[in-house]
């Protein structure tokens, strides 16, 4: 699967990198520490040639000898792992050295020329394998000239030891390299990813209100993107200009039309047609809804942020004039808010959704209306409830369409739930409806919580 994150893409790309550099450095470390260990060895392996070659002497019958020990203890230690052998050619005689016991070497049956040394790989005693040095040297001897091949060989277990050790201590070393170095991947790429992080604040800061463009404080790579960006804005809000002037320019254009409609109104009820001036009546307030609609949602587009409010003058001032009406004369309304408590929110909007919604539960409850504002995972939650006969399930829909009303008995229009979905909806919020624990029925809704700074100075 692909991932989307553009950090963990670039660590991954540096740490298949790292593995691969510190692997290859790894096998060539290695590599070289062989090559001049068997360096080594070969030039130890002709010291002994040379000590041997020097030491050499024959008896009577012609038979080689040495006239002293080397001085490596091996060589007198069985199967220790180094091994020296001579045999006189001439009179096929072999002596070889105590660490050899009962064995001997085979060596390669062709003959090479005198003086020069020779390498080769052949079998060992306990089944090891040995890198043998070997020369053939002329001597002089009390029966006439000798021809003697000599030869010193090595275990290479010994060789496969030491790099078996040294590849270890180098894998560890790597290791601990090899962590270094993502961790300083991991901040490399973290801090040069920063600046993406300051766009993002940037746009946050946009979308709050507390900013109208991003900063040019960035990085040369992210300037083409922020300009882009400062451009789009400029652009839009030149769009979202003349929107709100077309918006404007409806609502001037039926302002004239519905006022001429609501005299027409007051003269039919005047005349006793009080059903024509209901229908019309209901008409004119569907209206002045879509256009109230409009106009806010023109304005939001306008300013291109949305502003925070305090939510307690507002409630205090709703529930200061339904106590003034005939059912909040006789009706306990009680609110549960903090003082400093802010929502993210047109002022007037919040005053027609808790307007509409306190009232409907004020013409329905028995005795009681409760209304809480409080705040959740930087939500602030709103609920109204009341005391009264509450809904049913299938009623819950009902109540959210244009016109509907629960009780025709109660005056009104019925528009004022539907009213409130149209603002929420302005803001992406719905209605929910619930019981409510004093019996009635409950209704709820959310909006965000600003940030700190854009609530600091309200």
């Known amino acids: 699967m692909k991932t989307r994150s553009l950090k963990i893409r670039l660590l991954a790309l540096q740490a298949v990198a790292i593995i691969l550099a510190l692997g290859i450095t790894g096998y060539s470390l290695t590599y070289l520490f062989e090559r001049s260990v068997e360096r080594r060895i070969d030039t130890e392996l002709d010291t002994y040639l040379t000590q041997i070659a020097a030491r050499l002497s024959f008896d009577q019958s012609g038979k080689p000898q040495l006239g002293s020990k080397l001085a490596d203890p091996r060589f007198d230690n069985i199967y220790s792992g180094l091994y020296w052998q001579i045999v006189n050619t001439t009179v096929d005689q072999t002596i070889r050295s105590r660490s050899l016991w009962d064995t001997e070497l085979i060596l390669p049956a062709e003959a090479h020329g005198p003086n020069a040394v020779h390498s080769h790989y ?65 901040v490399q790429v973290t801090m040069g990813l920063s600046p993406l992080s300051l766009v993002q604040k940037s746009v946050a800061s946009i979308r709050n209100g507390t900013a109208s463009r991003i900063s040019a404080d960035l990085p040369s790579e992210v300037l083409p993107l922020a300009k882009e960006v400062n451009d789009l804005l400029a652009a839009q809000e030149i769009i979202m200009q003349r929107e709100k002037h077309r918006a404007d320019n409806l609502a001037h254009g039926f302002k004239t039309p ?24 209901t008409a004119t307030q569907i209206m002045r809804r879509h256009i109230d609609k409009e106009l806010t949602s023109a304005r939001l587009r306008e300013a291109g942020n949305i502003p925070s409010v305090q939510i307690v003058p507002i409630l205090d001032g709703i529930v200061a004039t339904l106590r003034r009406t005939p059912d909040g004369e006789i009706k306990t309304i009680q609110t549960e808010c903090s003082h400093n408590l802010y929502v993210q929110i047109e002022k007037d909007d919040l005053t027609e959704i808790l307007g509409n919604l306190i009232e409907n539960a004020v013409k329905h409850a028995k005795s009681r209306v409760v209304v809480k504002a409080f705040i959740i995972n930087n939500l602030v939650t709103f609920e109204i409830e009341d005391d009264g006969p509450g809904i049913s399930d299938v009623l819950r829909e009902t109540v959210q369409k244009r016109g509907a009303r629960l009780d025709q008995s109660i005056a009104g229009s019925g528009l004022g739930l539907a009213i409130v979905n149209d603002v929420l909806e302005i803001y992406q919020q719905t209605l929910d409806f619930e019981k409510s624990s004093l019996g009635g029925l409950k209704v709820c809704f959310q909006l965000p919580f600003p940030e700190p700074k854009s609530s600091k100075g309200l």
């Open 122 to 186: 052949i079998g060992g005693p306990q089944k090891s394998s040995l890198l043998v040095h070997e020369r053939s040297l002329i001597f002089r001897s009390p029966i006439g000239e000798q021809t003697v091949r000599m030869a010193v060989a090595l275990d290479l277990a010994e060789l496969e030891i030491l790099s078996s050790v040294f590849a270890a201590e180098v894998a560890l070393s790597l290791l601990l390299l090899g962590t270094f170095l993502l961790a300083a991947a991991w």
């Open 258 to 281: 519905l006022t001429a409609l609501i005299s027409d109104i007051r003269r039919l009820r005047d005349k006793g047609e009080d059903e024509i001036a209901g229908e019309i009546e």
